[in-house]
C-alpha cells in the first residue's frame, strides 16, 4: 500500500542510473530496474512524497530521491550525528553504503563492511591492545609491505594499451565473494548453487576458517576481500545448519560449520566480540580513513594511486555507458563483465572525511558543583509524588526534543494517567510544580519532569473494564508524540484510545472475540505511524496500524470507524498475556499465559515457538532489540536471553517477582525492576549482573528510558515515580578501563 511506503532511493543497475529501491514500513525493500532513467523520474513521481525517508534530516520530497549520492551525503545531518556519537560506527556505515547505492537487494551492490580485527589465533583476545586492530587507512591489498610491493610494481609497469592500469585485478566486493561468505544460508546457497552449474566449490575454496579468510586476504594476490554487514549481527552465517555435503579440504578435513577463533568460544561470541571492535575507540578514531578509501576522495584519481586503491576501470561509476553499445553480443559482454569485476560505491566526497569526536569527554556526566556526597545521590535524580497512592503501572517517556510536548505519561492501577512535561532546566532547585526530595542534589543543568497532576489536569479513564483483568503495564500504549493513550480490557471486547489532552475517548478499535489482555506498539517513525499489535483472551492476536493522522487505519483506511486489522496472527491456545512487536525485524513475540512464546511476522506467518528449559513456563515480560535478541522473563524469578531464530543463549533465575525489564537502546544492557524495589542492570547477552541501585521504598511496577538513555523513570508500588541516573557508557569495558 502507498500509505506504507517510507522512503524511495534512486539506484544503479549495472553502473547505470536506471533502477530504483522503495523501502516499507515493515522494514522490507525492493528494487526495479527500468529501461531508463526517464522512467525512473516518472515513477518517483508517481509515489508517494516521502524522500529517502525520516532517517537523515533531508525534507521529504521527490526530489531528494532523485539526489545524487554526493547530495545526499552533504545534505543530510548523519555524519555531524556519527561525530557527537549519537550513532554507532554500524549505524554510520549502513547510512553511507545505503546513500552510495549498496543494496541488500543486488549482489552486485552488496554493503560492505571493513575487517576490524587482525589476531584469529589468542585464546583470549585483549581489546585494549592497539596490536590487535587493523589499520583503516590502507585497503586490504596494502596491509601487508611485502604484498603491497607487489600491487605497486604491478601498477607502474602496466603494460596493456586497451585498459587503464589498476592495483588489483579483483574487487574487495563482488557477487560471487557475498555468495562466498553467506554461502551456508539461503536464499544465498541457492544463488550460489544457480552461479556455479549446481555445484559448491571446490572444499579447499570454501569459506571454512575466519582466520584462514583473514590470512588469504593479506597473502594472496587475487584476494582483497572486504567483510559484508552480516559479520557483525548474524551468528548463523557461521553455522552449517542445513547439513549441506561441502567436501573435504586437503588436509582430509570435512568443511561444514565455519572455524572460529580461539577467542570466540561460538559465534554469538564471534558477532559480539566483532561489534563491540567495530565500536571501539581504536576503530571510532580512524573509521573515518577507511571512509575515505572506500566512499571519498582516495576512491579514484592520484590520491586513489597514492593509497594503491585503484581497481579495473569497469568497476567505476561513468566508466561506461550502456545504451552506446549497439552490438547486442558486445553489450551482453560488458554487461557480464561488470557482473564478475564488482562494482565500487558512488563517490560520496572528494575532500577528507572528517573525523569523530573523542569518546573521552563523552564518557562520564559532568559533576555539579554541589559534589555528591553519596551513592543514592548520585544515582537517584529526582522523587516524584502523585496525590492519587494508586501504583503506578505504566510509564511511556516520550522525551524526544523535536516533540511538541516532550513527556514522561504515567498510568496508574485506577487508570488515572498524567502528563509530565519533561524540560531542560538550568539550576533548579524545588521550583514549584513538583515535590522534588533530592532537590538540592540536583547537577546544574539537567532535564527534569514537572508533574502534571493537579486539578484540572487529573484525566481518569471511567469506562467500565472487564473486572477480571489485571491491570498490568501491557494494558497501556501511548503514541511516541505523547497524544494518544491506547487501553484495553473492556468488556465490549475493544480497546480504546484516549486524547492524552483532554481524557476523551477518540476512538474505539473491534476485532478480537474475546476481551483484550494486552496491547504493544513498535518503535515509531518520526511521523508517528507505528504497528500496534492487540493479545486477547481469546489466543489470538491483531496486528493494525496507527498513522500520524491519529488513528488506527486498517485496510479499509476510509473507514476509520471500523477499521480492518493488517493481520490475524495465531498459533496460542491460551490468553495473550505479553507481547512485543519490533517492525525493524518484522516480527512479533507473544507469550501466551502458560507459555509458549511464539514469533509472527507482522504478515502474520507463524515462524516458530521459542522453548524455555523446564520449568520456564509462564512468560510474563518480552523485550527485543532491533539485533535479534529477545529477553524474556518468566514467574518465579526467571529469564531467557533467545536469539531471533529460537537459540537458547543465556538463563537466570532471580530472587524477585520482576514486573518491568528494558533492553538499552543498543541491545547490549537489560534493566529490570520488581516487588523488591531494586533496579538491577545486566549484560543482555550472558546476564552478567553490572550494577544494582540503592532500594526503593516501594515495589517498582513500570519502567522507561529516556531518549538519551541517560535517565531512567520508574514507576511504583506507592504512587510515585523515581527517577534515576543512567549512563550506560560506565557499564562500558573501554570507560571501565579508564
Known sequence: MFSEI????????????????????????????????ATVKKVVYSLPRVGVGTSYGLPQARRISLATPRQLFKSSNMTQ?????????????????????????????????PWVLTNYDSEEL???????????????????????????????????????????????STAATTLHWLVRIEPFTMFFLCANNNKFDHPDRTFSSIARSWRNCQRDT???????????????????????????????????????????????????????????????????????????????????????????????????????????????????????????????????????SSAMHLCFLPQSPLMFKDQMQQDVIMVLKFPSNSPVTHVAANTLPHLTVPAVVTVTCS????????????????APGYSLEQAHHLPIEMDTLVANNTGSNKRQITDLVDQSIQITTHCFVVTADNRYILVCGFWDKSFRVYSSETGKLTQIVFGHWDVVTCLARSESYIGGDCYIVSGSRDATLLLWYWSGRHHIIGDNPNNSDYPAPRAVLTGHDQE????????????????????PCLVHTITGDLLRALEGPDHYQSPRLISVSSEGHCIIYYERGR????????????????????????????GHNLVTGGDNGVVEVWQACDFKQLYIYPGCDAGIRAMDLSHDQRTLITGMASGSIVAFNIDFNRWHYEHQNR
Not at 522494514?27 to 529501461?35: E, G, I
Not at 553499445?325 to 569485476?341: C, G, H, K, V, W
Not at 487508570?415 to 524545588?430: D, E, I, P
Not at 495473550?576 to 502458560?594: H, T
Request: negative net charge.
Open 81 to 113: 550525528r556519527w561525530q557527537r556519537r549519537e550513532i554507532s560506527n554500524f549505524e554510520y556505515l549502513m547510512f553511507l553504503n545505503t546513500i552510495a547505492g549498496r543494496t541488500y537487494n543486488d549482489l552486485n551492490q552488496y554493503p560492505v563492511f
Open 415 to 430: 487508570r488515572l494517567f498524567a502528563v509530565n512535561r519533561w524540560h531542560n532546566t538550568v539550576g533548579l532547585r524545588g
Open 639 to 666: 529469564f531467557c536471553n533467545f536469539s531471533i531464530n529460537g537459540k537458547l543463549l543465556a538463563q537466570m533465575e532471580v530472587n524477585d517477582s520482576t514486573r518491568a525489564i528494558l533492553l538499552s537502546s543498543d
Open 6 to 37: 517510507r522512503a524511495v532511493f534512486s539506484r544503479r543497475y549495472l553502473l547505470q542510473n536506471t533502477a530504483m529501491e522503495v523501502f516499507m514500513a515493515n522494514r522490507t525493500s525492493v528494487m526495479f530496474n527500468f529501461p531508463d532513467q
Open 576 to 595: 495473550v498475556v505479553c507481547v512485543s512487536v519490533c517492525a525493524e525485524l518484522g516480527l512479533v513475540i507473544s507469550g501466551a499465559k502458560e507459555g
Open 222 to 356: 587475487s584476494d582483497v576481500k572486504e567483510l559484508i554487514p552480516e559479520f557483525y549481527y548474524l551468528p548463523e552465517m557461521f553455522v552449517n545448519s542445513n547439513g549441506y555435503h561441502l567436501g573435504m579440504r586437503e588436509d582430509r578435513t570435512m568443511v561444514c560449520d565455519v572455524d572460529l577463533p580461539a577467542w570466540a568460544k561460538k559465534p554469538e561470541d564471534l558477532v559480539r566480540i566483532n561489534r563491540m571492535a567495530l565500536e571501539s575507540e581504536f576503530v571510532s578514531c580512524q573509521l573515518h580513513q577507511w571512509i575515505d578509501l572506500i566512499f571519498g576522495y582516495k576512491q579514484r584519481g592520484p590520491e586513489a594511486v597514492r593509497a594503491l586503491n585503484v581497481f579495473h576501470h569497469l568497476t567505476y561509476e561513468g566508466s561506461v555507458n550502456l545504451d552506446s553499445i549497439t552490438d547486442p553480443s558486445l553489450r551482453e559482454a560488458t554487461e557480464a563483465q561488470i557482473q564478475s569485476f564488482g562494482q565500487t560505491p558512488s563517490q560520496l566526497l572528494i575532500e577528507p572525511h572528517p573525523p569523530r
Open 126 to 172: 585483549d581489546l585494549t591492545l592497539p596490536g590487535n586492530f587493523r589499520d583503516l587507512s590502507k585497503p586490504v591489498g596494502a596491509l601487508n609491505p611485502k604484498r603491497a610491493a607487489f600491487y605497486a610494481e604491478r601498477y607502474e609497469t602496466w603494460e596493456d594499451d586497451q585498459t587503464p592500469p589498476c592495483h588489483y585485478s579483483s574487487h574487495y
